[in-house]
């Protein structure tokens, strides 16, 4: 009976090793490249059109955040996501009971923490060695997906403290089904494309929309650069 109890505690181990490690290696950019896709692209088409449900949304976001866990080996920031993460976690059971309204704001603002924590760590992995591959490529555009989706969560918390936010052609229900706006109208002024179709109409997402316009000139040019300047040593 010890010998099966032993043999099972060195398999989760192990799986658990396993799943670090990988989480920790470049080739991880790939899949998180994909998730983020999804995330980005996919799924505010899908929660348009109803096709998803809430529930399926918000599994998205905690899978993310599951995965900045294992994306560093400094027990304090391990130690930081695990909390965060757990936090999360609790606060979306929360969301789904009957006191879904007391417990959403709390939720966002952790989910804020938890997506600034996530490209910190993304950051340090893109810029680790000073190496330069294809993955660390794609890790520079997983950040740049992560700035648009930590937008999406800033323009949300603005309209949930303010009742204002964002003008046009929206109309915004205060629920998950948001995100399809957020997320549109973030990447638009990251990438600084301005189609006019929603607008800012609050001082505090004017300056959001321009902050996010700069990081969006900004940040490339950074990049590009520091990823030049570290294959050249």
Known sequence: MN???NKKRRQVKYAINSFTEYWLTDASFGVLLLILLFTVFVLPILIE??????????TVFLFLF???IWSSRFKLLVGMTTILFLTQLGLRILRFSNYDFEFYLAERIVGIMNMLVFIFLNIRLLFRNDEVNIYRVIGAINVYLLVAILGAFVFEIIYLTTGSG?????????????FALYIYFSLVSLTTVG??????IQVMSKMLSVFLSTIGILYPAVVIARLVSASKA
Request: net charge negative.
């Open 166 to 178: 964002i003008g046009g052609d929206v109309v915004l229900e205060g629920i998950d089904k948001d």
């Open 66 to 68: 599951f995965t900045g």
């Open 195 to 200: 189609f006019g179709d929603i607008y800012p």
């Open 3 to 5: 010998h099966f109890v």
């Open 49 to 58: 059109y109803g096709h998803v449900h809430e529930l399926f949304v918000n």
